[in-house]
């Protein structure tokens, strides 16, 4: 817990974490599951948000808007 502490400190300027129920969280579960499947020691391309999380990211501001 510290070590997530201290990354999210190093790297966000402000951070809250709230619980959701799960269906609230496609996005986050989509990029968990796109981390999953990457291959230790290979290169990852951060420059760019894949396309499947762009559209789960999309649908969910448009169920709560």
């Known amino acids: ?3 997530l502490r201290a990354l ?6 402000s951070f809250v974490c709230l619980f959701k ?10 990029l ?4 999953y499947e990457c291959v230790e020691g290979e290169e990852l391309i ?3 948000i894949p ?3 762009n559209v789960i990211v ?8």
């Open 58 to 65: 999309t649908a969910d501001r448009l169920a709560v808007e």
């Open 46 to 48: 951060t420059s760019s």
């Open 8 to 13: 999210v400190d190093s790297n966000f300027f």
């Open 32 to 35: 968990a599951d796109l981390g």
């Open 51 to 53: 396309n499947v999380v």
């Open 21 to 30: 129920r799960r269906e609230c969280n496609r996005a986050a579960h989509a």
């Open 1 to 3: 817990m510290n070590e």
